[in-house]
């Protein structure tokens, strides 16, 4: 019964190499997120959905593209995989509002860590 | 753009002691959300504590607290009663509201290590 899961958990890859990262959250928000984490713990958004449309695109490459197939999925493609994507990458997500009041906790997934060889 | 500063790349506490974490922060906007997060080495992201930016009264969460100064832009993170289990990464972060989104900003964090 876990919040928000993403899968896998580790994913060792050659470079060059095409994968995908699935976050699915069963919290019935209505926002999701990309994040990642580098070498140095340093952590940044890269995308934000909110029911299924994009709302944040940070300064990512293109190789990088997040599909949300609806509201409780986000998944993360990423083609052509280059040394420096190795990092931890985090999915999140968050609901608007609940009637009047304005909900400003994310929820964290537990992680990727991706390594690229 | 937002900036959140984080000056001390690590820190440690004896068990039992009080530790204060610094942070500051640089934006123009008048209604935000700050956030202490910690990560120990499960890698999970772990809320701590929250501050909105239009309450004057500083947050608590048991042995958590934060010292809010809105004019100075700093958000300071004390521990007291230090716990062994206390021992991780701890990053600041302040929130904007864009509409649906919330945009967290990152500091670059501040390792705790709680000492036996």
């Known amino acids: 019964d876990t919040a928000v899961s993403q899968t896998p958990k580790y994913l060792v890859t050659q470079m060059g190499n095409d994968k995908s990262i699935k976050c699915e959250q069963n919290l019935g928000h209505d926002t999701m997120y990309w994040y990642k984490q580098d070498s140095k713990k340093f952590l940044k958004i890269m995308f934000s959905y909110n029911n299924k449309e994009l709302i944040i695109n940070e300064t990512v490459p293109n190789r990088f593209s997040p599909k949300s197939p609806d509201k409780a999925h986000l998944n993360l493609h990423i083609n052509s995989l280059e040394l420096g994507d190795s990092a931890v990458y985090f999915c999140?997500?968050?609901?608007?509002?609940?009637?009047?009041?304005?909900?400003?906790?994310?929820?964290f997934g537990s992680g990727t860590q991706l390594s690229v060889l | 753009a937002q900036t959140v500063t984080q000056s001390q790349p690590e820190m440690s506490v004896q068990e039992a002691e009080t530790v204060t974490l610094s942070c500051t922060y640089d934006?123009?906007?008048?209604?935000?959300?700050l956030f202490w997060y910690k990560q120990p080495p499960s890698r999970q992201m772990i809320l701590v504590i929250r501050q909105e930016a239009y309450k004057q009264q500083n947050a608590t969460e048991n042995r958590f607290s934060v010292n809010f100064q809105k004019a100075a832009k700093s958000f300071s993170l004390k521990i007291s009663d230090s716990q062994l289990g206390d021992t991780a990464m701890y990053f600041c972060a302040f929130m904007r509201v864009l509409g649906s989104a919330r945009q967290l900003t990152f500091g670059s964090g501040t390792q705790l290590t709680v000492l036996p």
């Open positions: 934006t123009s906007e008048s209604n935000y959300y």
């Open positions: 999140a997500s968050s609901r608007s509002q609940t009637g009047l009041r304005l909900r400003v906790k994310l929820f």
